[in-house]
């Protein structure tokens, strides 16, 4: 089982990533917890590089090279997991690039869309638990420091990666659950497990 973890920075998303794992291991799954920008020595480096607010990148070359960890990532980790039967827990997959460099900058979805199966080789989470949450809170949460070279973009680039992630909820539902992320973390993981049907 293939779950992905998305929502703006500070939605509180890798706790209930912590929670759901803590939770399957007790029942006796195998359960490989990874996330994106990572997950393998290249995507790890490369999520270095994408993070540092040092680094000068351009916007299109940004996609590409969340698109080359996310390629790496799945050839080395995800799909060897999934076909030995794990559940594979994912803090972000290819929605965050439609969401965060096509509705944050704005860059062709449709394009990313393609990129993403291009990556991927059509791999998508069978459910993507998506964490929605007001910007400003969710910047409260996070401390409301500069963070690192995404999160320097603001509050108003965050409030159009939310935008981008409603729009990609309403559009598959069947994959994408909207979950309010503005409650109290057992409360969140109670709709976690049921959305689950655990
Ligand atoms: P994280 O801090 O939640 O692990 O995510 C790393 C940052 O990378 C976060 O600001 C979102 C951003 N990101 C993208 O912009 N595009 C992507 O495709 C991915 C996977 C992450």
């Known amino acids: 089982m293939f779950v992905s973890f998305e929502g703006i920075d500070g939605c509180g998303k890798t706790t209930q990533l912590q929670l759901l794992k803590l939770e399957l291991l007790k029942r006796g799954f195998e359960v490989v ?49 999934l076909h030995r039967g794990a559940w594979v827990l994912c803090d972000r997959f290819a929605d965050s690039s439609e969401a965060y460099q096509g509705g944050g900058l704005g860059l062709d979805r449709a394009f990313i869309r393609q990129m993403n199966d291009f990556a991927t080789g059509q791999l998508w989470p069978q459910r993507t638990l998506y964490f929605d949450l007001d910007p400003q ?3 409260q949460r996070r401390g409301g420091g500069k ?5 320097a973009r603001g509050v108003e680039f965050q409030a159009r990666v939310r935008a981008a992630y409603l729009e990609i909820a309403a559009r598959e539902p069947a994959r994408v659950t909207k979950i309010d992320a503005s409650r109290a973390p057992d409360e969140i ?7 689950l049907e655990l």
């Open 147 to 151: 963070g690192d070279r995404i999160e």
């Open 137 to 139: 809170i969710a910047l």
């Open 33 to 81: 917890a990874t996330r994106e920008p990572g997950g393998t020595a290249l995507a790890e480096n490369l999520r270095e590089v994408l993070l540092d607010g040092a680094s000068k990148i351009e916007k299109t070359g940004e996609l590409l090279l969340f698109g080359a960890a996310r390629a790496q990532h799945v050839a080395e980790i995800v799909r060897p997991a």
């Open 189 to 195: 993981f109670a709709e976690v497990c049921a959305v």
